[in-house]
Each structure stands twice: as C-alpha cells, then as structure tokens.
C-alpha cells in the first residue's frame, strides 16, 4: 500500500531513453510513491514493446514533442545519448518542465551555461544525474573530512576501469571520468584550478580509449583520475589519502566498501628520523545501505516539491563539464596544463 499522503499528488514523471540505464530510472520513478511514471519515450520499437509490458497504466511513445506537450508531465528525466542531452534538455525546459539529465549535462560548455541561465530564468529545477553524490559510502567519507577525521586532505585518486562498453560517441574521459570529477569537486568542495590529461586512441580512430588526469585544486591539493574501457580490470576505487588517517572506497566490494587506514607521516624535531610513519589500525566502518540511484530520483522529487536546490544542480554539472572540456584540450595538446577561468 502506498504511503503517500492524501494531498501531496504524486509528480508526473516522463524518462526519455529507456535502455542500458534509463530502464533502471523508469523502475525508481514507478516505484517512488512521490512520482507517477506518466509516460516513457524510445525510439526503438522493441524496447517500447518491452516498457508497455512492464507499465501498462504509462503512455509509451516515440513522440518526444508529444512528451512535452502533455500537461500531466512535469518533470522530464533524459537518458539519451550524451550529444542530444543539450538539444532535449533545453526542449524540455523550454515546455516548462523540470529536467533531470544523466550525466555529463552537455558536451560543449556554452551549452551547459545556456542551460543553467535558463533553468534559472524559467524558475524550474536542472538536475544532473551525479549518481556517486547519492552513494551512502560518499557521503560517509565526506563527512568524515567535513569533522576532520582524516586530518588536512591532501589528495585524491580514482580508478574506473573495465573491458567495455566502448563507446563511438564519446571517449572514456566523457563517458566515465564525470563521476569521478563530480566526487572529487563533492569532497573538496571546490572546483579546480587547472587540469592536465594523457590519453591514447586504441580501438577507433580520435577516440581516446584510456586517460590518465590530474586535476589541481587553489590550496595544493590533488586528484588523479584514470579511466578506460580498455582494461584487463574491472575496478571502481576511490582511494582518499589525508594528514592523519587515509580512506579507501572500493564499489567493487559487496558489503565492506569502506576502509579506514589509521596510517600517515608527520615531520618531527629529530634530525635523525625528520619524518616518522605512523601505521595503526584498519576500521571497516558499518555504512548505510540503500540505492543510490532511488535515492537520486527521490531528492530530484523531493527538491520540485519543496522548491529547493538540487545537491547535483545545473551548476554542479556545469563545474564537471569546464573540467571535462579543459581536460579535452588538454588532450590536444599532449597533456599541456589547461587553466579553468
């Protein structure tokens, strides 16, 4: 039974691209009591087919325009492919809906600022699917450095690798490397002040197949990122190294995602032993559970409902797409150190 109060109307949700990830956006917004999933929207007949099995009491079509047309629709969640995000998300805004875009927002950044300017203008709600924002483990270790239990942070580094999917679209540093920028800009709280990227095209001609990135922050400190779909691995690891203590988050890990090593250097008076290391124990702390991606879909509801801003807002993506476009120059140029303004 659901648990929705009597006055509070369930939201009426559309989800545009139902594939690989959209089916799973389509499940959480026909399940959120806070939303009513009004109408889906693909382009491939079979998975129209599928999707109208699935929820016979939503509309299915092929008609974006008919989508935005519809009174009953009042939020439009996009996961099409990331060179439409721009053209669908300003349609959508446009319609006066409030949009949720998967990640990254767009792929030119004058198209993420249009889109920001406009959500604002219109006072509707941009959201961009951070996903990893909304991770329990995340958000355990940025409060940890939000108390400052692991000291002064000095730097970061994220591996996401695995063998697949190739995209044709898009490279790695675009398809894989937001999440791992997002979450890096979401602990320091800070955007970079500069960004240096190496890559190497493999598989398809100008379409980088592995990156490997530094970002640099205005207080000293660091975060790499290596990404590839080319990779005898599967690894999704966030490793935190800190004055006092040093976090590992491996999503990887069925249950123990987090690692707390009690380890780091401190400088003393000794001109003998000037640095000594300090090894103690290591904490798998108890984290929450839950889907992050359900809990996702329900702030996106909950920030429309109570007219509040989006943790993973259009400036939050507006910050991954600067960094992902400096890195991309960087790209051209060899790996030459690419200054955000």
């Not at 009174?71 to 721009?86: N, R, S």
């Not at 699917?129 to 692991?150: C, F, Q, S, T, W």
């Not at 707390?260 to 300090?278: M, N």
């Amino acid at each position: 039974m659901s648990s929705q109060p009597p006055d509070r109307n369930p939201i009426g949700t559309a989800v545009v691209g139902v594939g690989n990830w959209g089916k799973n956006l389509a499940r959480n917004f026909h399940q959120l009591d806070g939303a009513h999933l009004e109408t889906i929207c693909d382009l491939n007949p079979a998975t129209r087919s599928s999707m109208a099995l699935l929820y016979p009491e939503a509309t299915v079509t092929d008609d974006y325009e008919a989508v935005l047309a519809s009174p009953a629709v009042e939020c439009v969640v996009l996961a099409v492919d990331a060179p439409l995000h721009y053209k669908f998300a300003k349609a959508a805004l446009n319609a006066g809906k409030h949009v949720y875009v998967e990640k990254p927002l767009t792929l030119h950044r004058a198209e993420a600022e249009e889109l920001v300017e406009l959500a604002d203008s219109i006072d509707r709600k941009l959201m961009v699917g951070h996903l990893l924002e909304y991770h329990p483990a995340v958000n355990y270790i940025r409060d940890m450095i939000l108390k400052g239990d692991v000291g002064a942070s000095h730097y970061l580094y994220f591996q996401r690798l695995n063998l697949g999917i190739v995209r044709k679209e898009e490279n790695a540093w675009w398809s894989l490397a937001p999440h791992d920028i997002s979450m890096a800009c979401y602990f320091f709280d800070a955007t970079p002040i500069s960004v240096s990227a190496n890559g190497q095209c493999y598989l398809q001609p100008g379409i980088e197949d592995v990156v490997f990135a530094t970002l640099k922050f205005a207080d000293g400190r660091m975060a790499h990122i290596h990404v590839s779909w080319l990779d005898p691995h599967k690894i999704r690891k966030v490793t935190l190294v800190g004055s006092q203590k040093m976090v590992v988050f491996d999503d990887m890990e069925g249950a123990e995602k987090v690692r707390i090593y009690d380890k780091g250097a401190e400088i003393v008076q000794d001109y003998s032993a000037p640095i000594t290391l300090r090894t103690g124990d290591i904490v798998i702390p108890r984290v929450s559970g839950g889907e992050p991606l359900r809990t996702e879909c329900q702030h996106f509801l909950d920030c429309i409902r109570n007219d509040e801003t989006p943790r993973s807002d259009g400036r939050d993506g507006l910050r991954v797409v600067e960094v992902l476009a400096a890195g991309s120059e960087s790209l051209k140029q060899n790996g030459k150190l690419i200054e955000l303004q």
